[in-house]
């Protein structure tokens, strides 16, 4: 289950900036971090520089947000994740992404019609439920968050449910876009949590989940990039097992 050869990762020499290689840049629509200004330096310090850049709109992500805070009205919902994939593109049409050819804005129809990315993430499911260790940690990662967005009385279940496909569509989508379609460098506000884990503790299961000989992923938190140390940039790959 390798990445396409037109699609493989640029790999810079190792003193080179991560971001001179391919970025994924998602984004979780509604999050108000995503300032214009925000929005500029991303472009300018991060896509601009960039070999190949793909802006991800979640949307996806929030539709299972609204679901897990308890709305029900899909038509409604739906409306307004159009509006806020429409802002988000405007937003980053106002402050220059037009001048970055090689820049691309997508949603999950990205990945969503790939068979690669629907046996990652059925494999995935598989992994954590098969692996007691894995299981207990995407468990406490749900119930952080169950107490974030809150428990709603008969449909605590059906709530845990729903963190536990949010989670591991995150992590899906973020083994997909970096390990195998090769945007290997990550930009996102800060770190992932779940993801962090499987390549802290178990990079060889990463290995099988991913087909490859060798995890790639850079990750780049915006909320630590302005640091003058290299505390932001967390090398994630370029191991092997």
């Not at 979780?28 to 991303?42: C, Q």
């Not at 520089?49 to 996806?60: A, E, K, Q, Y």
């Not at 967005?149 to 899906?172: I, P």
Request: aromatic fraction near 8%.
């Amino acid at each position: 289950m390798q990445g396409d050869p037109m699609e493989a990762a640029t790999c810079t020499a190792a003193n080179d900036h991560p971001t001179r290689g391919n970025l994924f840049v998602p984004i979780s629509l509604g999050n108000h971090y995503y300032s214009s200004t925000v929005l500029r330096k991303l472009i300018d310090n991060f896509i601009a520089p960039s070999n190949r850049s793909v802006i991800f709109c979640c949307d996806r992500l929030r539709l299972l947000s609204y679901l897990i805070r308890g709305e029900i009205d899909l038509e409604h919902i739906t409306l307004n994740i159009k509006i806020q994939v429409q802002q988000l593109t405007r937003a980053l049409l106002n402050v220059g992404i037009q001048s970055c050819p090689h820049a691309t804005i997508v949603d999950w129809s990205f990945c969503q019609e790939d068979r690669r990315f629907h046996e990652l993430l059925f494999n995935l499911k598989q992994f954590v439920r098969d692996d007691a260790m894995v299981a207990r940690e995407l468990s406490d990662h749900v119930n952080r968050l169950a107490h974030v967005h809150g428990r709603r009385g008969a449909n605590t279940a059906k709530g845990d449910e729903l963190q536990f496909s949010y989670l591991t569509e995150e992590t899906a989508l973020s083994l997909y876009m970096t390990e195998i379609r090769g945007y290997n460098v990550e930009v996102y506000r800060r770190g992932m949590g779940f993801v962090d884990y499987l390549y802290s503790q178990r990079p060889a299961e990463l290995l099988t989940l991913t087909g490859n000989s060798i995890l790639t992923r850079r990750f780049i938190a915006l909320e630590e990039s302005n640091q003058p140390s290299n505390s932001a940039i967390y090398d994630s790959g370029s191991r092997s097992c």
